[in-house]
């Protein structure tokens, strides 16, 4: 992370094409990896650790409604696998805001609603439903007067959610239910992404 952001002070005040002036649109698509992610679970003082390494897809859009001020919404998928196996796959939706500073560095943030299905290595599932506060920082590069390479650095935390659980009973019926009281689980994502934009 350090050496993001040396890399990213390395380039401000250059490449200066950007006039992030009100009314300016652009959309983004972005890969993220790299990521570092923690997950902790409790279930009746049974505290449970999960970390991993993500990668996933954004596809953002944003106008500015005035000058290096814009509004955001990005649609973001993530697949994983982790460490003890299972999988985990994620839909996301994210509405925020993004503020230039100076030159082209820019910092953001904004609420995340994240749809995610756990899946273990015995074909149990748990479907987590996680209200996140969204937060990243990083460049607009320009390799063009309207195409642009943006790195960044991000980072989320979970303030709300709820977990529902699919199991098999006798191989009969399939039933969902609610978490009960006990279960809760703690969400905190950081990471590195790259994007490129198009703005118009």
Do not use: C
């Given at each position: 992370?350090?050496?993001?952001?040396?890399?990213?002070?390395?380039?401000?005040?250059?490449n200066?094409?950007?006039?992030?002036?009100?009314?300016?649109?652009?959309?983004?698509?972005?890969l993220?990896?790299?990521?570092?992610?923690?997950?902790?679970?409790?279930?009746?003082?049974?505290d449970?650790?999960?970390?991993?390494?993500q990668?996933?897809?954004?596809?953002?859009?944003?106008?500015?409604f005035?000058?290096?001020?814009?509004a955001?919404?990005?649609?973001?998928?993530?697949?994983v696998?982790?460490?003890?196996?299972?999988?985990l796959?994620a839909?996301?939706?994210?509405?925020?805001?993004?503020r230039?500073?100076?030159?082209?560095?820019?910092?953001?943030?904004?609420l995340?609603?994240?749809?995610?299905k756990?899946?273990?290595?015995?074909?149990?599932?748990?479907?987590?439903?996680?209200?996140?506060?969204?937060?990243?920082?990083?460049?607009?590069?320009?390799?063009?007067?309207?195409?642009?390479?943006?790195?960044?650095?991000?980072?989320?935390y979970?303030?709300?959610?709820?977990?529902?659980?699919?199991?098999?009973?006798?191989?009969?019926w399939?039933?969902?239910?609610?978490?009960?009281?006990?279960?809760?689980?703690?969400?905190?994502?950081?990471?590195?992404?790259v994007?490129?934009?198009?703005?118009f």
């Amino acid at each position: 992370m350090f050496l993001a952001m040396l890399l990213i002070y390395a380039f401000s005040g250059s490449n200066a094409f950007a006039q992030f002036e009100e009314g300016t649109r652009f959309i983004n698509a972005q890969l993220t990896g790299l990521d570092i992610a923690k997950w902790e679970f409790s279930m009746e003082g049974d505290d449970h650790t999960s970390e991993f390494t993500q990668f996933g897809l954004n596809l953002a859009g944003g106008q500015y409604f005035q000058d290096d001020m814009a509004a955001v919404l990005t649609f973001g998928y993530l697949s994983v696998s982790p460490d003890e196996g299972g999988s985990l796959s994620a839909l996301s939706l994210t509405a925020g805001v993004r503020r230039h500073f100076g030159s082209n560095f820019f910092i953001g943030g904004g609420l995340s609603l994240n749809s995610i299905k756990l899946e273990d290595d015995f074909g149990s599932t748990n479907d987590l439903k996680a209200y996140l506060i969204a937060l990243d920082a990083g460049y607009t590069y320009f390799l063009s007067e309207r195409v642009a390479i943006e790195p960044g650095i991000n980072y989320a935390y979970k303030f709300a959610g709820e977990i529902s659980a699919d199991y098999d009973e006798s191989d009969i019926w399939l039933k969902t239910e609610p978490a009960s009281d006990g279960v809760d689980f703690d969400l905190t994502r950081m990471g590195f992404s790259v994007g490129i934009s198009y703005y118009f």
